[in-house]
């Protein structure tokens, strides 16, 4: 639209509305003791604004319901099927296309077949699932974000990017032992940040010489690809999926989540060019998600995400998106509270350790954070940092996830009064231990107690 307004303006009307609940402190605090102090144990209707993923959350668009109407639930040969396997290929020009009911499922099937014990994968940086799918299988898991991404304060524009001479040196001194290389578009671990193109090709380059393929993981693509446009020289012209099938001919594979920015509800695939890889998948995809024309999802499922994929290369629908995540971040400065800078495009990350500094690190502060902007406002939010990666944690984060066609910024404005409210109160609130956790991933389910 012509015009440099100020006013966020959603691109979309809202047609179907679903309640908030609206709590009191002394509920909130009876739900944290009865869920140990873990928000991933709270019920939905105890939640005011859920800010805990963007993964599955959106909301979906009048045109994806008329395609979940047209759902084809064929087991085998849907024609569901071919629309989805079409939008994916015309995106990443990968010829081989295997649905999975998400992201982890294509972590689980891809690190399966080439992912042994003792190797070594490096990412830019793992986040969660990627990391635990690699350490069961008894490999190594290794980060290496660019030097600008130490400081959660700089004003870098692609901190996302991998250290690519680290990279360089990690294949040279792991002769056999690396499988593959992923690279993570955004980054979700530091901050939701952009991975330039310069740094897609540049790793590209050192794949090649060390003769290793290159996976993306891809869930954020196209917020990716909006910020290439705005930060990158050389793309301002260019549109979204332009830029997006520039990344994807860079890569021999992808593994998505499509509860991101496929704007579905569930689903998600991993796309690949190695004909016999690709065959060894369809393999284990029918032993553990389903038949290769449905892999664990509905036809309707596989409508939703075909129509998402067109839907989420929208500029319009992009500059909303990121715009948003730069007007909650920028409110959050005005009331002196550090989130990782530049904002990224699918949330804002406070910083922590900055702003609960009286709080060591042992007694986990972003996990407090968390736990006081429920029990004050009611709104959820997870923590990244010590929780989530034990020692191998950068930095004691807190993301607010923001879900896609959800909220309005009168939620935004919220959430921001909260973070402010938390802010002023911050010299009270304390530490937490762990009194129980799981083996694998255990921000999911562990238990706390004040300290």
């Given amino acids: 639209m012509d ?3 100020r006013t966020i303006i959603e691109p979309f009307r809202i047609k179907s509305v679903e309640p908030l609940r609206f709590t009191t402190l002394e509920e909130r605090e009876r739900a944290l003791e009865r869920t140990g102090y873990n928000v991933f144990g709270l019920g939905r209707a105890e939640v005011l604004i859920d800010l805990l993923t963007d993964s599955g959350t959106g909301a979906m668009s009048a045109e994806q319901w008329a395609g979940m109407q047209r759902g084809d639930e064929s087991y085998a040969g849907a024609t569901s099927y071919d629309r989805f396997a079409t939008a994916v290929s015309e995106l990443t020009g990968m010829a081989h296309v295997i649905p999975v009911h998400q992201g982890r499922a294509a972590e689980r099937i891809l690190f399966a077949e080439m992912v042994h014990q003792g190797d070594i994968v490096p990412n830019n940086t793992h986040f969660d699932t990627t990391r635990a799918n690699i350490e069961y299988d008894k490999a190594e898991a290794i980060d290496l974000p660019c030097a600008e991404a130490d400081d959660t304060q700089a004003e870098a524009p692609f ?18 032992r690396v499988p593959l290389v992923i690279l993570t578009v955004t980054n979700n671990t530091v901050g939701g940040q952009p991975v330039s193109m310069a740094n897609v090709r540049a790793v590209r380059a050192v794949c090649d010489r060390f003769g290793v393929p290159l996976v993306l993981d891809a869930a954020r693509f196209a917020e990716n690809s909006w910020l290439v446009i705005q930060r990158e020289d050389g793309y301002r012209d260019r549109t979204p999926r332009e830029v997006a099938q520039e990344l994807f001919s860079l890569a ?4 998505m989540s499509a509860k991101k920015d496929g704007l579905a509800n569930i689903g998600g695939f991993l796309a690949l060019r190695d004909d016999e890889l690709a065959a060894n998948c369809r393999a284990l995809l029918i032993l553990t998600e389903g038949f290769p024309t449905y892999g664990g999802l509905a036809g309707r499922d596989l409508e939703a995400i075909a129509q998402g994929l067109q839907e989420v290369l929208d500029p319009d629908y992009l500059r ?3 715009r948003t995540a730069e007007y909650l971040a920028q409110r959050c400065w005005d009331a002196g509270v550090q989130t990782v800078r530049p904002p990224g495009g699918h949330a804002v990350y406070i910083d922590a350790g900055a702003m609960l500094a009286h709080v060591p690190r042992a007694a986990f502060p972003a996990h407090a954070l968390v736990v006081e902007l429920y029990r004050l406002g009611g709104v959820r939010a997870v923590e990244v940092g010590s ?3 034990g020692p191998a944690a950068q930095h004691e984060l807190v993301r607010l996830a923001l879900p896609r066609r959800v909220y309005t910024q009168s939620h935004i404005d919220y959430v921001a009064e909260v973070i402010q409210a938390v802010y002023e109160r911050r010299t009270g609130v304390g530490g937490y231990q762990i009194v129980w956790e799981p083996p694998f991933l255990r921000h999911f389910t562990a238990r706390f107690a004040p300290v």
């Fill in 3 to 5: 015009g440099d307004w």
């Fill in 159 to 176: 901190k996302g990017n991998m250290d690519v001479e680290r990279l360089s040196s990690t294949l040279a001194a792991n002769p056999g």
């Fill in 252 to 255: 021999d594979g992808v593994m």
């Fill in 320 to 322: 909303y998106r990121v």
């Fill in 387 to 389: 929780v989530m990666f």
